[in-house]
């Protein structure tokens, strides 16, 4: 018993191997949480960006369209970016070999997303907006 209270007593400074052992493994734990919670997030993040993208081309377009009469076919992203509805092209946050494509008939203008997510899925993105020409 006496060996006990000498070690208790003794002024040592620092952690056991046990103890940082422990402490390894309790963040080993919390990162094997919060890795792929974050990876998730990050991805729904960019898909999100798309959909936006998406509705300001599709509301650029629409205007594009009221502008140059329906006569003329859906414009395409350089049409909007060279007259100036657009700033710059946009890129798809969630895959940058993806593309926007433009269509547009009887008044409604539909923009699509395509291209793949992390996990190499095709994910599509449809955003509309709506015109009317007044003559």
């Known amino acids: 018993m006496e060996w006990f209270v000498k070690a208790l007593n003794k002024d ?3 952690f056991t191997l046990i103890e940082l052992i422990v402490v ?3 963040l080993g734990i ?3 949480i919060a890795v792929p919670r ?3 997030t990050l991805a729904q993040s960019k898909i999100k960006a798309d959909e936006a993208s998406a509705k ?3 509301d ?3 205007r594009w369209i009221m502008d140059k009469g329906s006569d003329n076919p859906a414009p395409s992203i ?3 970016v060279n007259d100036k509805y657009l700033d710059k092209a946009p890129t798809l946050q969630s895959n940058p070999n993806g ?3 433009i269509t547009a008939s009887n008044g409604t203008v539909t923009v699509t997303a395509t291209g793949k997510d992390q996990a190499d899925k095709d994910v599509t993105i449809t955003a509309t907006a709506h015109y009317e020409i007044v003559k």
């Open 99 to 101: 593309n926007f494509s």
């Open 30 to 32: 919390l990162a094997a």
């Open 24 to 26: 390894i493994a309790i």
């Open 38 to 40: 974050f990876t998730g």
């Open 12 to 14: 040592e400074r620092g």
């Open 78 to 80: 350089d049409n909007l």
């Open 56 to 58: 300001i081309i599709a």
């Open 60 to 62: 650029a377009a629409a």
